[in-house]
C-alpha cells in the first residue's frame, strides 16, 4: 500500500510539474500611461526618446510607425494565448508626428491564423534522390578559381 501511495504521489508530481504557467512579454513594453506619454510628442526624434525605433515602417501610402506589444500566456498543455495586446501607430511626415493612435486588445480585429502550410503556385517538389541527382554538377572541385 506504500509503493502504492509513493507511485501516485510521483505520477501527480510529474504531470502538475508539466503545466507550467508562464507569461512571456513580445515586443514593446509600453508605459502604463501610454496615451499620455505620447500626447506631448511632436517629432520622430521625441517619438524615438520616448517609445524607441519602431518595429515596422510602412511602405506604401502614408509613412506610418507601427509599435506592437502582448504578453505570451503558456498554461502546460493547453494551447498559447495572448493578452494585453497594444498596437501604437503613429503618422510620421518630414520628422513631424502628424497623429498617433493607441489600439488595445478590444479594438485589434480578431485574426485567425491558418494551420499548415502555404502552397507555392509552380512549385517543383522533389524527394530526396532528385534532390541529389539535381545538384550533381552544380558545384566545381576546390582550387579551380569559382
Known amino acids: 500500500m506504500k509503493r ?6 510521483l505520477c501527480c508530481m510529474t504531470v502538475l510539474s508539466a503545466c507550467t504557467f508562464q507569461t512571456k512579454h513580445r515586443g514593446y513594453i509600453f508605459p502604463q500611461n501610454l496615451e499620455e506619454e505620447i500626447a506631448s ?12 525605433s519602431p518595429q515596422v515602417k510602412t511602405v506604401y501610402g502614408d509613412d506610418v510607425w507601427i509599435y ?3 504578453d505570451e500566456n503558456y498554461r502546460g498543455p493547453l ?6 495586446k497594444t498596437v501604437l501607430l503613429a503618422w510620421v511626415k518630414n520628422g513631424k508626428v502628424i497623429k498617433t493612435q493607441v489600439l488595445r486588445d478590444e479594438d485589434l480585429p ?19 534522390l532528385q534532390e541529389l541527382f539535381n545538384n550533381i554538377g552544380r558545384f566545381s ?6
Open 4 to 9: 502504492i501511495l509513493i507511485f501516485c504521489f
Open 41 to 52: 510628442v511632436k517629432t520622430v526624434r521625441q517619438l524615438e526618446d520616448v517609445i524607441g
Open 68 to 70: 506592437y506589444g502582448a
Open 79 to 84: 494551447k498559447q494565448t495572448y493578452s494585453n
Open 110 to 128: 480578431k485574426v485567425v491564423l491558418a494551420e499548415g502550410e502555404t502552397q507555392i503556385p509552380a512549385a517543383i517538389e522533389l524527394n530526396a
Open 141 to 146: 572541385p576546390a582550387g579551380l578559381g569559382q
